[in-house]
């Protein structure tokens, strides 16, 4: 079966490419979906239903943004899906701090907890933006292309988050002070 679709100019098979693609891909969505929802387990399986999703509806991608960002974009909107369905549950991974003195691993957990606690507070789009770019390294072009936006906004948006999360950090640091 043919796709009307094209990366660089040329036709793909879905049912041969598809497999290619799942594993050029399903890492970078996985990640991307890890820390969107902090949840390794729903992340997986949401990286299966957007592969799904993307064979499903391959002939509407235009090719006008990546395909990791196109298959970004759906993993997003099945997220959101899943907590219109479902009270979000947030979770940190089991070992946030690097092996060391327990004093400095305790204080680093505590500052993890509450960049991950203020992180989760952010609006969107600016916590979507501050995780693609800070976690999932895309690029400003990449976020941008997924929101439809410029990448002037992209850069506008994450230097915004970014400002909100220290002003955050340091306001919660002060008050245990």
């Known amino acids: 079966m043919k796709a009307a679709f094209s990366t660089n100019g040329k036709e793909v098979d879905t049912t041969a490419d598809m497999d290619n693609i799942y594993r050029e891909f399903s890492g970078t969505v996985t990640a991307y979906l890890t820390r969107l929802c902090g949840n390794a387990e729903l992340a997986r399986e949401l990286t299966q239903e957007t592969?799904?999703?993307?064979?499903?509806?391959?002939?509407c991608f235009d090719g006008k943004s990546s395909l990791?960002?196109?298959?970004?974009?759906?993993?997003?909107h099945l997220y959101y899906d899943a907590m219109r369905?479902?009270?979000?549950?947030?979770?940190l991974p089991e070992d946030l701090a690097a092996p060391g003195d327990f004093t400095e691993q305790l204080v680093r957990k505590d500052q993890a907890m509450i960049?991950?606690?203020?992180?989760?507070?952010?609006?969107e789009p600016y916590r979507e933006v501050f995780t693609l770019r800070t976690f999932c390294d895309l690029s400003h072009a990449q976020i941008a292309g997924l929101f439809g936006k410029s990448e002037a906004w992209s850069r506008v948006t994450y230097y915004r988050a970014r400002q909100m999360l220290q002003d955050a950090m340091k306001e919660r640091n002060d008050e245990k002070e």
Do not use: D, N
């Open 51 to 59: 592969f799904y999703q993307a064979v499903k509806s391959i002939h």
């Open 68 to 76: 990791g960002t196109w298959l970004c974009g759906i993993a997003r």
């Open 85 to 91: 369905q479902k009270k979000p549950t947030a979770q």
């Open 115 to 123: 960049a991950h606690r203020v992180l989760h507070m952010l609006e």
